[in-house]
Every structure is written in C-alpha cells, then in structure tokens.
C-alpha cells in the first residue's frame, strides 16, 4: 500500500488543443502528499492551481498522467465509482462558502452524512463537534445570512469535512476575508485538519499562511517546483 494519500504523476492539461488559441495548462506535473501532511499550492492568478486542484479531486481529467488517492488509481473509474470517492474520500473548500442559504449552519453540515447513509443523530452530533472545533457551536441554528464571513467559511470547512475524508483540497479558503479574519479562519482550518490527521493541499497568495504549512510547492509556467 502507498505511503502517499495523494499522488499525481506526469499530469498534463491542455484547453483547445488543435486550434490557435490553444492553451497548455499543466506540464508533467508530480505532487505526493503523505497522511497528515499540510502543503501549501502558491500560485498567480491563472497559472493553473484550480485546475490542478480539480484533476487531484476527480473533478477533471487530465489529458496524460495519473491520479492515486490512497493507493488506488483513479485513472480509469467510470463516472460512477469516481462519484463515489469524491463523496468519501474528498473534501473540497473553495473562495466562496457555497452554503445553502435555507438551511442553518449545523443543517449544511449534517444533509452531507445523511446523503451518504449516516443517522440523523450521529450525523448531528458530527456536526456539532466540529462546529465546536471551530469555535461557532453556539451558532448552530443559524442560516448563512445571520452569520459573519467568516463564521460562513468555518462552517464551509466543517460541510468539507463532514463524511471523514482522506484528503482535503482547499481553492484559496481565505481568500474572500480581510487580513485579521483570514487569519482566525485560517487557524481554525488548520486546527481542524490537524485534529483529523488528513492530507491537504492548500491554495493560497498568502505567503505568510503558506509558510504555517508542512511544506510549499509553487506552480509557474505549468510546472510544479519546491520551495
């Protein structure tokens, strides 16, 4: 069995290949990510983080390589096995919170469980716990609209880690804050990720916050490159 959470070997991606305005994306890209680990993605705008992010999490396909998650290749399952790990294996966070506005903040993180066959109970006490972790328990019964933004994202993260997966995969998470808030988010983040002791990749501008992670890979011109 890999020692490796996440693999992704030889990835290439390109848009409009064959015409013009063709644009090359990815180029060989290799990026191995153990349990417990935290690695910080740097990259400008544009230079391909999100889709890189989305190839890793079987949101999108590469045009040549491989992706493993927990040691088994992702390659070549159909849509519907590829549904089935992204609901149980992968927890994604992005810029915006993308919570349902009709339902409260404890709801959006328990119809995830019951969507995935938990008990209301169980899947409610789940939720409770890692409200608490991120400190906004008390905040439970309230809708997105009645919550800060930063209250928001925190429950976002929770909504990402509500069916226990194995790897996290987060599109600049404080990217929509101010400075000061970003920072309280991002702590809670990653007291949650260390608390679970999955693998995450992280997308961020912040270097400061990249800096808070186990290590840093940056990606220009289609590249990856340690830091």
């Known amino acids: 069995m890999s020692d490796y959470t996440l693999e992704v070997a030889g990835i ?3 848009y409009n290949v064959g015409k013009p305005n063709a644009v090359t994306v990815l180029q060989g890209i290799d990026l191995q990510v153990k349990k417990g680990e935290v690695v910080a993605l740097v990259a400008p705008s544009g230079a391909g983080k999100s889709t890189l992010l989305h190839i890793a999490g079987l949101l999108d396909t590469p045009d040549t390589g491989t992706v493993s998650i927990a ?3 992702m390659t070549k399952l159909g849509d519907r096995k590829r549904t089935a790990v992204r609901r149980d294996d992968v927890g994604f966070i992005y810029q915006f919170h993308h919570l349902l ?12 469980q019951l969507a995935n066959g938990v008990s209301q109970a169980e899947a409610t006490a789940h ?6 972790r991120v400190g ?8 997105p609209a009645a919550l ?8 976002a993260f929770c909504r990402a880690l509500a069916n226990q997966p194995t790897l996290l995969l987060a599109d600049e998470p404080t990217g929509n804050l101010d400075p000061d808030t970003s920072d309280r988010v991002f702590d809670a983040l990653m007291e949650l990720v260390r608390g679970t002791g999955l693998a995450a990749v992280i997308a961020t501008h912040n270097l400061e916050l990249a800096a808070r992670m186990d290590r840093m890979v940056r990606l220009t011109a289609g590249r ?4």
């Open 101 to 112: 506005p009709e339902f409260s903040a404890i709801e959006n993180i328990v119809l995830p």
């Open 136 to 143: 906004i328990a008390e905040r439970a019964d309230h809708r």
């Open 224 to 227: 990856l490159e340690a830091l």
């Open 71 to 73: 040691g088994r290749d």
């Open 12 to 14: 290439t991606k390109a």
């Open 127 to 132: 939720a409770m716990d890692l409200l608490a």
């Open 148 to 155: 800060s933004g930063g209250e928001q994202q925190r429950v």
